[in-house]
C-alpha cells in the first residue's frame, strides 16, 4: 500500500514556549532540540507537549519564554533503553514553526479560524483495545494505534476514546486500519515500581474526538462514529 506520511499523520498545535530548549541529538550534522509547548484547554488547564525542532527551523529568539508559535508537524513515538526496560517516548516532530500574536480572548481565534490543538492519524489497531468504566461511570477505552513512517518505520501513539467511541472502540480487532482526529493531551500519573517507590511521570496521548473505520478491500469508510464528550 503506497503511503503518504504528511497524509496519516499530522497536526497543528498553537501555544506558548515553557521553559528552556534542550539538545536532543544530532544526524548527519543536524543538531535537534525539544523544548515544551504549553496548549491551553477550553477548562482552564493546560497540556504540556513535548516538542522537537531541527536547528534549521529556529534563531536565538524562536523559544523564548511566553513566546506563542504555530506547530506543524507529526507525532512520533521512539524507543528508550532504561533500567533494562523499553520505554514509549512520544513527541511532536516540528515540519513547520513560526511565532505568532497572542490572542487574549479563545473567541479571537475561533473567528480566525486558528486551530489550537487537532491531530489527524490513519494507522492499525496494534493492541486489543482496553474499555473501562470509571467509578462515576464514565466510558473509557485505551488504544494503541500503529502509524507507517518511511523508511519502513511506525510510530506507536497511546490513544483514548471516551462515551460512544469507547463503547465501538471495545470491539476493533488487531489489524483494523482506522482514522482518527483529535488531540494532543498530557497527563500526570504515579508508577509504582517493584520495590515499593512511586515516581511521578507524565504521559501523552491522543485523545480522541471523531474516529471511522477503513476497508482496504474496497476503500469505502464502513463505520464512523463521533464523540463530543471528550474534554
Not at 464514565?138 to 518511511?150: C, W
Amino acid at each position: 500500500m503506497n503511503t503518504n506520511y504528511l497524509e496519516n499523520n499530522y497536526l497543528t498545535l498553537v501555544g506558548k514556549v515553557t521553559g528552556e530548549k534542550r539538545f536532543s541529538h544530532e544526524i548527519y550534522g543536524e543538531r535537534f532540540f525539544v523544548f515544551n509547548l504549553s496548549i491551553a484547554r477550553l477548562s482552564g488547564n493546560a497540556d504540556i507537549i513535548p516538542i522537537t525542532v531541527s536547528e534549521r527551523l529556529i534563531n536565538e529568539d524562536t523559544l523564548q519564554e511566553g513566546k506563542c508559535l504555530l506547530v506543524k508537524g507529526q507525532f512520533r513515538s521512539y524507543n528508550s533503553y532504561e533500567n533494562e526496560k523499553n520505554r514509549l517516548i512520544l513527541t511532536v516532530f516540528a515540519k513547520d514553526l513560526k511565532e505568532i500574536e497572542e490572542f487574549e480572548e479563545e473567541n479571537e481565534m475561533v473567528k480566525k479560524d486558528i486551530i489550537t490543538n487537532e491531530v489527524v492519524l490513519i494507522g492499525y489497531i496494534c493492541k486489543r483495545p482496553i474499555y473501562r468504566q470509571t467509578p462515576f461511570g464514565r466510558e473509557i477505552s485505551d488504544l494503541l494505534l500503529a502509524v507507517n513512517r518511511a523508511y519502513n518505520k511506525s510510530d506507536y501513539i497511546p490513544c483514548i476514546a471516551w462515551g460512544r467511541n469507547a463503547r465501538f472502540c471495545q470491539n476493533l480487532d488487531i489489524g483494523v486500519q482506522v482514522k482518527l482526529v483529535g488531540r494532543v493531551q498530557s497527563r500526570s500519573y504515579e508508577k509504582k515500581h517493584e520495590d515499593g517507590t512511586i515516581e511521578n511521570r507524565i504521559a501523552y496521548e491522543v485523545s480522541i474526538g471523531s474516529l471511522e473505520v477503513i476497508e482496504e478491500n474496497d476503500g469505502e469508510k464502513a463505520e464512523q462514529v463521533e464523540n463530543q464528550e471528550a474534554v
